[in-house]
């Protein structure tokens, strides 16, 4: 486990980048082997708005990377942070609590709060307008997104007390769930459902991206599905009846296209339909 965080800590960026790619490359070949939808679409056409923003996310978070790595210098040089008060305890629950809390905060909760406070619900919501959800969905977050996100992970930093190497391992294992989780990938519904009470899981996940609520109010969890239950957000719905997008912004079309993308957290969107029986 020592040598594992050792390795993060210094990361080089070209073997984040081989993970970033790595991860794309093999759940974008799984999908045309066992898709879960036949999507009849040109797949590199769609790619095109989802590897923007996914440069977009990468040219943030490079550039205030300094900014995380001085946060987590400076907890551990003050012993600062709930897994720095703790009792000791042994380096794999260190770490195993660390990437928890840093997927609760950095993830769920950065994610609850972006559907529960309108102006940041504008901004997410150019994660949601994907009519095809796929691997290259996974990354699809506006550049105000990125801003928002890093916000958080910052602030876990601090609260949690998490070193960079922490830091480190949880955003290469949040980057690789995020794009399975997204990919258009069909599991037995026995394996997913059982992968489902520990991880997020394909099925449990693209549920989150079915266009109405209460559906889309559900399931914000990226890594750990410990948080949607534990917190009474967890939904379920039989995958055949998904639909993707979202019903405030329903033009594939300018769904597809960039500029629009970039102005879509500043437009008027349509009233959300609730479901007969449901409250929003």
Known sequence: METIINYF?????QHRSIILVGGLTLFWLLEGAVPLFKFKYNKWKHAIPNFFFTLTTIIINFAL????????????????GIINWLPEMPLWLYVVLGI??????????????????????MVHLVHHTDHKVDTTTANR?????SLIRYTFTLAGVFIIGAPMGIVMLYQSMSLVATQFTHANIKLPKKVDMALSYFLISPDMH????HYVLPYTDSNYGNIFSIWD???????YMDREKLVYG?????DEVKNGNVVELLKQPF?????????PGETE
């Open 9 to 13: 800590e210094t990361i080089p960026s």
């Open 65 to 80: 990377a300094f900014l995380l790595l001085k946060s987590a210098d400076w907890v551990v040089a003050n012993d600062f």
């Open 100 to 121: 928890l809390l840093m997927d609760f905060i950095g993830a769920y909760l950065a994610h609850y709060v972006e559907h529960k406070v309108k102006p940041l619900w």
């Open 141 to 145: 977050h506006h550049p105000l997104e």
């Open 206 to 209: 693209k549920i989150h991206h």
């Open 229 to 235: 239950r534990l917190f009474g957000t967890y939904m």
């Open 246 to 250: 979202v019903d405030v912004f329903p």
């Open 267 to 275: 437009q008027k969107y349509q009233k959300p339909t609730i479901l």
